[in-house]
Structures are given as structure tokens and as C-alpha cells.
């Protein structure tokens, strides 16, 4: 039987406080009829009004802030998702992006792309840095593990590093596409003021990047095809697709699929003729 409720902000708070320990926060345990913390606690910590605070949970506070809101998920300790969740449940709309430089991936996350074995796959960073990659990839992209961390980023590649330009089929074209996603997703990611050393040095080392960048042009990642021209297979196409990581808004993973079955032979031939040449 489902329990109506017309205050679902008020009950996401209710919930959340008692979920907590007093003591962690310094508070006396004295005298508690109810676990977790009291309401003025709440308010307390989130620097607002005992009795404003009371009005919100019981759903005649109005709309809040989201500042306040800000206030209210530091003082409940409220996770990335939780404080996501409070903000539509108060507002309707998600918080402003806080962007965080990635911090790797899990292991469980590398085994999912050692799982594809002929097809290349990268996960990367809202910034385009490169943190993880299989085999596939490092046959047919870039042997990445070669590279210094700060060269692991794509735009780098694109546009500085000769022998990725060279594998370009339409290297302009790929180029163009790579700069307007990238510009897409720094936004998104609101990493904008974050990668402004990143701009700066390549407009400064690549008059191509400068001239594309000035052109503010964006576009999704999306899905599409990509053409490389290896050095010892030749032209291969492949299919690629983008797709968010679950609970990790930094990152994104890339999965490159063989066009055609020529392609995919072709692929495996690569992939296989380096196993057996790997220490």
C-alpha cells in the first residue's frame, strides 16, 4: 500500500538528519527522545533559522535558496547524488555543476574495458585527458602508457603530436569535431576557467587549434565514424559511441566498434600480433 506524501522535501530532511550521529558533530546525547540530529542542530550548522528550518521540513518554509540548500547539504553531510536529489526535490532543477579534476577509475571499471578485446575503448575526462584505455585502444589510438600523464590529453594529440595527425583520415574535419565537443563538455562539466592553461598553451603552440577555437563552435559527443589510417593495416573505420560513467560525472567512456568485418579482422590481427610481442 503506498503512503501518499505532498511534502517530499520535507521528508528527504526529516530523513536524512536522523540518519546522523550527534556525537560526530559534537553535539550532547543527552536527553534524546530521537535519533539523529535535532532540528535546530540542523539549522545550526547550516547557519539558518531554527524556525525557518522547522517551517521547511514541515512544508511552509517557500522555495529556498541554493545557497541555502548548499548550507543545508554540507550541514547533513549529504553525498554528490544526495545533494543532486535535494536540489530537484526543492527547486526542480539539478545544482550548479561543481567541477572536480577526475582521480582515476576503479579497477572493476578498467576490467569492463579489458572485457573488449578488438575493440578500442578510452575513458576520459571532462577535460579530455586519456585515465584509462585497453589493448585495442593502444593498437589503434595511442599507446597512452608511453606517455607522460600531461600528454594523455587528447586535444594535445590532436593538434601537437605528428604522428596522431598523420593517422587522421580528415584530419581538419576530426580536428573541428574535437574542439567543439571538447568545448561542449568543459561547459557542461563547468571546468571552463579550469583548462583556460590548457587553451592558452595550445594557441599558442598550434595556430590551427587558435584559428578553430576562435570559431566558439560546440557539438555533442554523441556517436558517429572514425577513419584511421594505421601504418601497417591501413584505412580502418570504426564506429564509435559515447557514454557517461554512473555516479563519476567527470568521466566518460568511448568505445570504438569495427565498421565492417573486414575492419574487425583486421583489428584482431593487430591486437593479437602485439600479445604475443607484450613482455
Known sequence: MSIPDDNLLGTYLRDRRTKLDPATFGFSMTRRRTPGLRREEVAQRANVSATW???????????????VLERIAHALMLTNVEREHLFLLALGRPPEVRYQASEGVTPRLQRVLDALEFAPAIIKTATWDVVAWN??????????????????????????????????????????????????????????????????????????????????????????????????AGLIAMEYSSFAVDGRPDLSMVIYNPATQEDAEKIALLVKAQYKTAP
Open 53 to 67: 528550518y522547522t517551517w521547511l521540513e514541515q512544508g511552509r518554509g517557500g522555495a529556498p535558496s541554493a545557497d
Open 135 to 232: 589493448r585495442a585502444a593502444t593498437v589503434m589510438l595511442t599507446d597512452y602508457a608511453t606517455l607522460a600523464v600531461e600528454q594523455r590529453n587528447i586535444l594535445r594529440l590532436i593538434f601537437l603530436n605528428p604522428r596522431v595527425q598523420a593517422a587522421q583520415h580528415d584530419w581538419e574535419s576530426v580536428a573541428r569535431f574535437v574542439v567543439a565537443a571538447f568545448r561542449a563538455d568543459v561547459a557542461r562539466a563547468g571546468a571552463s576557467r579550469s583548462i583556460q592553461a590548457l587553451v592558452d598553451e595550445l594557441c599558442q603552440a598550434s595556430p590551427d587549434f587558435e584559428r578553430i577555437w576562435r570559431d566558439h563552435d560546440v557539438r555533442a559527443y554523441g556517436e558517429g565514424t572514425k577513419q584511421l589510417k594505421h601504418r601497417a
